[in-house]
């Protein structure tokens, strides 16, 4: 047999949530331990920890696990984690939406896990690979497994890490309907989003359409951040890309091509004419002007909550 190609993107990962799907209060509860916008490692690792967030030991290693993932703190200085610039803006006391009671902060993270695969290979490999209209935890096993093998061909990754890390991932979208703990029931953050749905026991479906609680601004923020990453050099980009491409807004919100097309005509207004949408001659896509880039996610986030 031949070398196992290595795909490119984020390395793979499939654990440090401790099988405990984010909650909707925890990715506060970490910016809470910040001193000066950096929060010291003794944080999640000290005696303390637990009494502080109020939560088991192994919720504080869930809680710092999704800080990460999210994009809320990066492990990028000897004195701890810092807490990144988006974070303070929504989740600090007088920031955009302290309590995560805004779904398009439910929408950001979702963006970070299944659109950029940030400490979640799991979800972006669901969002984006998974095609079947229905599917079973059983059935994503052997595909995740092969997904993983291309990630990383060096890496050995046991069936139970896996099957975990896919259980973990559909109960942050559709929690268990019966037969769990009372732990089980506490709502995900996901959920709200109506991404997933159990159609009957056992076997799951994606909910495709025009997702209104998705704003404008958080739509446009993925798209940005996606253009960035697909297609870095290009001033234009096709609507297809944006609709179907891997990783991309339509793809990973699961929105139909008619959704996709009703928010890019609006884009203009939006950023005032940073981005345009053409239709001309049935070659669709949107153009950028490099001028009036800067800062333009930040806007777009705020005006997501505006």
């Known amino acids: 047999m031949g070398k196992t190609k290595k795909l490119a993107g984020p390395s793979a990962h499939f654990s440090g949530h401790e099988t405990f799907p984010l909650r909707?209060?925890?990715l506060k509860k970490a910016v809470e331990q910040a001193v000066g916008h950096v929060i010291p490692r003794s944080a999640f690792a000290d005696e303390n920890a637990i009494a502080e967030f109020g939560v088991g030991k192994n919720m504080v290693a869930a809680i710092r696990h999704w800080a990460l993932a999210c994009d809320v703190i990066r492990d990028d200085t000897p004195a701890g984690y810092t807490v990144t610039p988006t974070a303070i803006a929504i989740f600090d006391d007088d920031g955009l939406d302290p309590y995560s009671e805004n779904p398009n902060t439910a929408w950001y993270v979702h963006w970070w896990l299944a659109g950029k695969g940030n400490r979640a290979t799991t979800w972006h490999w669901l969002f984006n690979h998974v095609t079947s209209p229905i599917f079973s935890r059983e059935e994503l096993e052997t595909p995740l497994a092969e997904y993983a093998r291309g990630r990383d061909a060096n890496r050995k990754l046991s069936p139970a890490t896996l099957s975990r890390d896919i259980e973990t991932c559909i109960r942050s979208y559709a929690p268990r309907l019966s037969g769990g703990t009372p732990e089980d029931y506490a709502e995900p953050m996901l959920a709200e989003l109506g991404l997933i749905y159990e159609e009957h026991r056992g076997h799951f479906a994606f909910r495709r359409g025009p997702k209104a609680t998705l704003s404008d601004g958080m739509f446009t923020y993925a798209l940005l951040d996606f253009w960035k990453t697909a297609a870095p050099g290009?001033?234009?980009?096709?609507?297809?890309?944006?609709?179907?491409?891997?990783?991309?807004?339509?793809?990973?919100?699961?929105?139909?091509?008619?959704?996709?097309a009703e928010r890019l005509f609006n884009l203009d207004a939006l950023t005032k004419g940073a981005l345009s949408w053409t239709d001309t001659a049935g070659l669709r896509q949107v153009h950028r002007k490099e001028e009036k880039m800067a800062g333009l996610s930040e806007t777009m986030i705020e005006k997501a909550y505006g």
Request: proline residues 3%; without cysteine; hydrophobic residues 40%.
């Open 24 to 26: 909707q209060m925890w």
């Open 234 to 260: 290009l001033s234009s980009l096709a609507f297809e890309t944006i609709a179907y491409g891997e990783g991309s807004p339509g793809r990973v919100f699961k929105l139909d091509e008619d959704s996709v």
